[in-house]
């Protein structure tokens, strides 16, 4: 629908001033996750990882919340704001992480082993958050499993290669769900070497959904928004990111005179590691979301309050062992 109707917009339509106008006219504030296209960045109110920009709209006074990024990311915006009008532009915007943890089968999953507790990273669906008693995010995962007593038992889901990250570096035994994200997975250990071979001065920033073969590569493990730090403080000229590379925008953005390369896929480049549901985002969806008031993120209230209840606890949690923005952050290698 919104494809079809994209096409027939006036193309001498000056999309910018026009989302400006309806974002006003409808008290709404636009949230864009780092991985979004450069443009639809630069016009949100916000950018950010999924629970900052979730947390930072639930401090406005909006009535609606526009959320330039993927389904799950809306949802969590919806569960902590329930009384807010949540919309995306387009809602086949999904997550390979989220559809690689179907309810049913982790239910009974989950059933099967009823003396552990659950950690579900945040990328995935509310109805899994909902089987959750803890969420926790790629900044503040290590810091919730070491507050946790050694001999709990722990199912970690969706991500096995976070699971697997954190599991290594705690020596955690973690019953893992075998899900990934299909953008990090693409990364190319070979050509990620001999990329290293042409820059050797380059440091390696790397996002923990990252496999083991790729984080053993990198000098500094982390969320969207550490590698983000990572690199603008970085003294490095040149720097190699293994993350989907629309984190890159706001890196030139912010440090214009450094040079930094997506690490690559098999085929020697990085064009393959663009996510293509973030990609479904576009300007003229965006424009034509807001005029039209959807598509609109519903959720069951019984599964909300059940998904808001592991958020919640995420958040007590950082709270009380004095987290901060990027405490997940690690030099693997000197």
């Known amino acids: 629908m919104n494809m079809a109707a994209s096409a027939k917009l006036d193309p001498t339509l000056d999309l910018?001033?026009?989302?400006k106008r309806l974002k006003q006219e409808k008290n709404a504030v636009i949230l864009a996750?780092?991985?979004?296209?450069?443009?639809?960045?630069?016009?949100?109110?916000?950018?950010?990882?999924?629970?900052?920009?979730?947390?930072?709209?639930?401090?406005?006074?909006?009535?609606?919340i526009v959320f330039c990024g993927v389904r799950f990311m809306a949802e969590v915006a919806k569960i902590l704001s329930p009384d807010k009008?949540?919309?995306?532009?387009?809602?086949?915007?999904?997550?390979?992480?989220?559809?690689?943890?179907?309810?049913?089968?982790?239910?009974?999953?989950?059933?099967?082993?009823?003396?552990?507790?659950?950690l579900s990273y945040i990328n995935c669906s509310a109805d899994i958050k909902a089987m959750t008693d803890i969420i926790v995010t790629s900044s503040n995962a290590?810091?919730?499993?070491?507050?946790l007593a050694k001999d709990q038992k722990i199912i970690f889901a969706p991500d096995r290669h976070l699971g697997g990250y954190l599991?290594?570096?705690?020596?955690?035994?973690?019953?893992?769900?075998?899900?990934?994200?299909?953008?990090?997975?693409?990364?190319?250990e070979k050509e990620l070497i001999k990329l290293k071979a042409r820059h050797p001065d380059a440091p390696v920033a790397a996002h923990p959904e990252c496999p083991d073969q790729i984080v053993q590569h990198a000098d500094h493990v982390g969320s969207t928004s550490s590698i983000l730090e990572f690199a603008i403080n970085s003294p490095a000229d040149t720097l190699i990111i293994a993350t989907e590379p629309g984190i890159i925008h706001q890196m030139e953005k912010a440090a214009p005179n450094k040079t930094f390369i997506g690490a690559p896929g098999a085929d020697g480049n990085c064009s393959c590691n663009t996510c293509p549901y973030m990609a479904l985002n576009t300007m003229q969806?965006?424009?034509?979301?807001?005029?039209?008031?959807?598509?609109?993120?519903?959720?069951?209230?019984?599964?909300?309050?059940?998904?808001e209840k592991p958020l919640r606890r995420m958040l007590?949690?950082?709270?009380?062992?004095?987290q901060k923005p990027q405490t997940f952050a690690t030099t693997v290698k000197e």
Not at 16 to 19: K, Q, R, S, W
Not at 316 to 322: H, V
């Open 285 to 307: 969806k965006l424009y034509l979301c807001l005029q039209n008031g959807g598509p609109e993120i519903n959720l069951d209230e019984g599964t909300r309050v059940a998904a």
């Open 85 to 118: 009008k949540v919309i995306l532009p387009d809602l086949a915007a999904g997550c390979s992480l989220e559809d690689s943890c179907p309810p049913d089968e982790f239910r009974a999953f989950k059933a099967a082993n009823p003396d552990h507790m659950v």
């Open 16 to 19: 910018v001033t026009e989302i």
């Open 142 to 147: 290590e810091h919730i499993v070491e507050g």
């Open 33 to 64: 996750h780092y991985y979004q296209a450069g443009d639809i960045q630069d016009i949100a109110d916000f950018v950010g990882d999924s629970l900052d920009l979730s947390r930072r709209a639930a401090e406005t006074d909006a009535d609606m």
């Open 167 to 188: 599991s290594r570096k705690l020596g955690r035994d973690m019953l893992l769900w075998q899900g990934a994200c299909i953008v990090h997975e693409l990364f190319s």
């Open 316 to 322: 007590e949690l950082s709270t009380a062992i004095n």
